[in-house]
């Protein structure tokens, strides 16, 4: 007979599944509790190295009266050879000494743990190893002496500091110890850049929440980006060399917009208020910076005319001579030359420049409000040669009218004598408009058989640019200065523009004369003639490129709340601060007892819960081993209970039908038998 035998599977899995179970639930209690034995041990320990005090002997916070004391036991000791100290020891003890004996070094070390010269302690052990004390060169620190009154600076104290912050604009502050070299150093430099600040406030701050801790190179170059970039919110202009300057700069640059170049000697970047100007004359000019060598002086010369740094030259359209401003420049200057130069000879008519023009149909005229006729003289056309040259002829015809001179009897009488009069009084304005970018304003005025040739993009290898006069006639009624109350009203207002306009385009020759008699005739008729006024909707010029590649990205990410460098900078300044912060070990101990107790509380209480259910499982075995012998034929007899709900279950449904009267029968209802004459 065979027997058959049972292999038994040893319960090694089990045990192992358990204690990956364990570990996996203790785990983050353990990384709690090793993080705090770490900080304990190893952190705390060099955050709170052996103070100077400990190598005298001394109490923490003693007087300089104490220190001294304590310093000429030593020193009697080494002398009389009780005690033959090592040169580390010396050089501690001395540094110790020279440290704590400085009223401003001491009151620093004391309050704040600064120890700004402490390199000074390894320097010398490196330079001094293996030698005797009698090498060693004292005093080892430098005593620095500095004076704040020698400079104009403002000081800020308790009593005054909210006051401060009640301005519209940045406040700068540099945070000051008298005893401390590096400030000492950095301050005199303040003169050239006014108060370098390492804490700041941006404009509008009123409180701490917004202050901006600088934690960059203590230089002017540095803490001047610094404050125009993160504080101030201003773009950073590049420099060029003399390779990337034509590839990166002046082919890459917008055409309608001034090129200006800024020559420096030193190699510093820009000042805040040339910033402020690049942002605020970013439609109109781009910016770059160059480095003024000697070596390349002769190229500079021939190609834009600088004769030394500093300087700063304006780049206007081809064939234009550059303009140069030698020396330094401040900031009312700076502007009152932006202003001057901003435009080309030839201005642009573009969204941002048709009011200041003249050429809008909106009633604004250079002449003021009180002008009602005034003239624009739009050159349009694509960017080809015939456009450049047509530019060039009316850049000629515009420097012929623009004599400062007084008209004479002698003048009155010349044909160009009403377009002379027109332009000295701001009635009459020179442009040129671009008809690819502008094609709905260029096909409104240009309306003829061969506007595909001036307007829209290039259709054939003909290019034309033509030449129309506007006249603007105001009407005195109409509100020029009201605007659009919302976009909505803005999006369906319909109505005419406030001036009337009447446009002639010019079929002539390209010759100065001939145009220079067409524009004056066109204005004597204009001014001397009662014609009829027209009005109508004038297409809305299309807005240009984005300005610049910096100056949407300066406005967006260089806010010092929000600048992901930053944020970067604040997060790991924060953890460098608690680093030396004794509370933080018994918080991660407190916090690994905690999570460690609540594990094992939900642990515990999952485990008393399955030995529950599986004794009751085991008390109600014998129950039911016990009822299944006694009633043994019962279970094989039919149970009238369960046969009724079995047919109740196989009983079809019909839930969706609903319920009707007719469906049950009344109590006391019976089969009514038919007559014969209803059935016949």
């Excluded at 000074?120 to 330079?127: H, T």
């Excluded at 006014?194 to 700041?200: E, S």
């Excluded at 259709?459 to 009201?482: C, S």
Aim: net charge neutral; proline share 6%; hydrophobic share 35%.
């Amino acid at each position: 007979m065979a027997t058959s035998s049972v292999s038994r599977v040893p319960a090694k899995p089990a045990a192992t599944s358990s204690l990956l179970s364990t570990l996996k639930a203790y785990f983050i209690p353990f990384i709690l509790f090793s993080t705090s034995l770490f900080y304990q041990l190893i952190v705390i320990p060099r955050a709170f190295p052996r103070s100077h005090y400990d190598v005298l002997g001394i109490r923490p916070h003693s007087s300089i009266e104490e220190v001294n004391q304590a310093y000429e036991k030593l020193s009697s000791k080494w002398n009389s050879g009780v005690e033959v100290p090592s040169t580390i020891d010396f050089i501690k003890a001395r540094y110790a000494f020279e440290l704590l004996t400085n009223k401003f070094w001491k009151r620093d070390y004391d309050l704040f743990s600064i120890d700004e010269q402490f390199h000074v302690i390894e320097k010398a052990k490196e330079q001094y190893v293996g030698g005797s004390i009698s090498e060693i060169t004292l005093p080892l620190l430098e005593t620095i002496s500095f004076d704040p009154e020698d400079h104009a600076v403002d000081v800020i104290n308790f009593e005054n500091f909210l006051s401060k912050l009640e301005t519209d604009k940045a406040l700068l502050i540099q945070i000051f110890s008298p005893g401390s070299a590096r400030c000492a150093q950095f301050s005199n430099k303040w003169k050239r850049i006014g108060i370098p600040a390492l804490v700041a406030f941006p404009p509008g701050c009123r409180g701490l929440r917004c202050m901006s801790r600088y934690d960059g190179e203590l230089s002017v170059d540095s803490v001047t980006d610094w404050v125009a970039m993160s504080i101030l919110s201003l773009p950073r202009i590049r420099y060029y060399s003399k390779e990337s300057m034509a590839q990166d700069f002046l082919l890459k640059s917008k055409p309608h917009k001034v090129k200006v170049i800024f020559f420096s000697q030193t190699g510093e970047r820009a000042t805040p208020f040339i910033r402020q100007a690049a942002k605020n004359y970013s439609a109109y000019a781009t910016f770059a910076f160059v480095l003024w060598q000697e070596g390349e002086s002769s190229l500079w010369w021939n190609m834009l005319g600088v004769e030394s740094g500093p300087a700063i030259v304006f780049l206007k359209e081809t064939g234009v001579k550059p303009v140069v401003h030698h020396g330094y420049v401040n900031s009312s200057l700076f502007v009152d030359i932006m202003e001057k130069n901003k435009y080309h000879v030839l201005p642009q008519l573009r969204s941002v420049t048709s009011k200041e023009l003249g050429c809008d149909p909106r009633g604004f005229s250079r002449a003021g409000k009180d002008t009602k006729i005034w003239y624009c003289v739009v050159l349009v056309g694509r960017y080809s040669k015939e456009l450049n040259e047509m530019r060039e002829t009316m850049r000629r015809i515009q420097e012929t009218l623009s004599n400062d001179r007084d008209l004479t009897a002698v003048d009155q009488d010349l044909p160009s004598a009403p377009a002379l009069l027109a332009l000295k009084q701001k009635r009459l304005t020179f442009t040129w408009l671009d008809g690819e970018a502008q094609k709905s304003y260029c096909f409104f005025y240009i309306n003829s058989e061969n506007s595909y040739e001036t307007c829209g993009p290039m259709r054939d290898i003909i290019d034309t640019a033509q030449l129309f006069i506007v006249r603007y006639d105001r009407n005195d009624t109409e509100d020029v200065g009201k605007q659009p109350t919302s976009k909505f009203s803005e999006l369906y207002n319909v109505e005419t523009d406030p001036a009337a306009q009447l446009v002639a385009k010019y079929n002539g020759s390209n010759k100065i004369e001939q145009i220079v008699q067409w524009i004056s005739e066109i204005i004597k008729d204009g001014d001397s003639k009662n014609l009829p006024s027209f009005k109508t909707r004038t297409p809305e010029l299309v807005p240009e490129d984005a300005d610049s590649s910096w100056s949407s990205w300066s406005e967006g990410t260089v806010s010092p709340s929000r600048g992901l460098i930053h944020r970067v900078k604040s997060v790991l300044n924060k953890v460098h601060d608690y680093s030396g912060d004794p509370r933080v070990g018994p918080f991660l101990l407190l916090a690994a007892l905690i999570s460690f107790g609540s594990v094992w509380f939900k642990r515990s209480q999952v485990a008393q819960s399955s030995e529950a259910d599986h004794s009751s499982q085991k008390s109600n075995e014998p129950e039911r081993s016990n009822q299944q012998t006694r009633e043994p034929d019962q279970s094989n007899q039919p149970n009238a209970k369960d046969a009724t709900m079995r047919k109740r279950r196989t009983r079809p449904r019909n839930d969706l039908v609903p319920p009707s009267m007719t469906d049950v029968d009344p109590k006391d209802a019976y089969q009514a038998e038919f007559s014969d004459s209803d059935t016949g």
